[in-house]
């Protein structure tokens, strides 16, 4: 399943909060490849961003617990990971809740249809205080 960031924000931006999210929810995440501008004007002119990642557990056999790519795909950015295991449910629903703790909103695209989930959590729910 792919997540179309809505959140405007430069790809460079997307990609770091992503990654740390992942990383501060207890995934140890390795860059593979990556090929991007470093501004939203280069990238306007065909110099789209695209990375890829590896990302592990942190349990004792540190297994490969599939890909994270991260691209540019009609003027948004796209997340889609691939699972080692596509049938584990608790870890797609991990990776859902870091993207949505990292303060990233997006859409849910399902099979291409791109129908607009924009998951977001209450206060209560993040433990976040009020001022």
């Known amino acids: 399943m792919e997540?179309?960031?809505?959140?405007?924000?430069?790809?460079p931006e997307i990609e770091v909060l992503a990654v740390g999210a992942l990383e501060r929810h207890g995934f140890v995440v390795r860059r593979t490849f990556?090929?991007?501008s470093a501004t939203r004007a280069a990238s306007a002119n065909g110099n789209?961003?695209?990375?890829?990642?590896?990302?592990?557990?942190?349990?004792?056999?540190?297994?490969?617990?599939?890909?994270?790519?991260?691209?540019?795909?009609?003027g948004h950015t796209v997340i889609n990971p691939v699972l080692s295991s596509p049938a584990d449910a608790d870890l797609d629903?991990?990776?859902?809740?870091?993207?949505?703790?990292?303060?990233?909103?997006?859409?849910?695209?399902?099979?291409?249809?791109e129908k607009c989930i924009n998951p977001r959590l209450t206060d209560?729910?993040?433990?976040?205080a009020h001022d």
Do not use: K, N, W
């Not at 629903?93 to 249809?113: K, P, R």
């Open 3 to 11: 997540y179309v960031i809505t959140t405007e924000r430069p790809f």
């Open 48 to 74: 789209p961003g695209y990375s890829v990642f590896m990302f592990y557990g942190t349990g004792a056999s540190q297994q490969s617990q599939g890909l994270l790519t991260i691209y540019q795909r009609g």
């Open 93 to 113: 629903a991990e990776l859902v809740a870091a993207l949505i703790l990292s303060g990233l909103e997006f859409c849910v695209d399902v099979t291409g249809t």
């Open 34 to 36: 990556s090929l991007h």
């Open 124 to 128: 209560e729910e993040t433990g976040a």
